[in-house]
C-alpha cells in the first residue's frame, strides 16, 4: 500500500511558476512508476507527465512540453512537478499517481495506476 501526499498547489498570475511536490509513504517508493494528471470539472483526468521508477524515463503531455518538468528522488521517496510559464488553462486540480512497474516503463494512462493522492489545487490567473 503507497500513501500519496501532495504539496505546492496554489495561486500564480500568467508567466509564473510553481513547483509540486508528491510524498510517498513506504520502502518501495522506488519500485513505482510515477505520474502526474490534472482534472477541471467537468473533465476526466489528463496525463500532464510520467517518469518510470529510476527517473531515466518520462513522457509529458503536448500541452506541457518545454514548461513542465517531472522529477523524482527515490531517496526522500518523492516526486515533483516544476511548472514554468504557466497559463491560465493550467487551472486544474493536479493529483499525482503510483503504481508498481518495470524497470523503464513509463504509464500514460489513469488506469495504469492504483494509487492516487487527495489533489492538489493550481490556479492561473491571467
Known amino acids: 500500500q503507497v500513501q500519496l501526499v501532495e504539496s505546492g498547489g496554489g495561486l500564480v498570475q500568467a508567466g509564473g511558476s510553481l513547483r509540486l511536490s508528491c510524498a510517498a509513504s513506504?520502502?518501495?517508493?522506488?519500485?513505482?512508476?510515477m505520474g502526474w494528471f490534472r482534472q477541471t470539472p467537468g473533465k476526466g483526468r489528463e496525463l500532464v507527465a510520467a517518469i518510470s521508477r529510476n527517473g531515466g524515463r518520462t513522457n509529458y503531455a503536448d500541452s506541457v512540453k518545454g514548461r513542465f518538468t517531472i522529477s523524482r528522488d527515490n531517496a526522500v521517496n518523492t516526486v515533483y512537478l516544476q511548472m514554468n510559464s504557466l497559463k491560465p488553462e493550467d487551472t486544474a486540480v493536479y493529483y499525482c499517481?503510483?503504481?508498481?512497474?518495470?524497470?523503464?516503463?513509463?504509464?500514460?494512462?489513469?488506469?495504469?495506476?492504483?494509487?492516487w493522492g487527495q489533489g492538489t489545487q493550481v490556479t492561473v490567473s491571467s
Open positions: 499517481a503510483a503504481d508498481w512497474a518495470l524497470s523503464g516503463v513509463v504509464y500514460t494512462t489513469s488506469d495504469k495506476y492504483s494509487y
Open positions: 513506504g520502502r518501495t517508493f522506488s519500485t513505482y512508476a
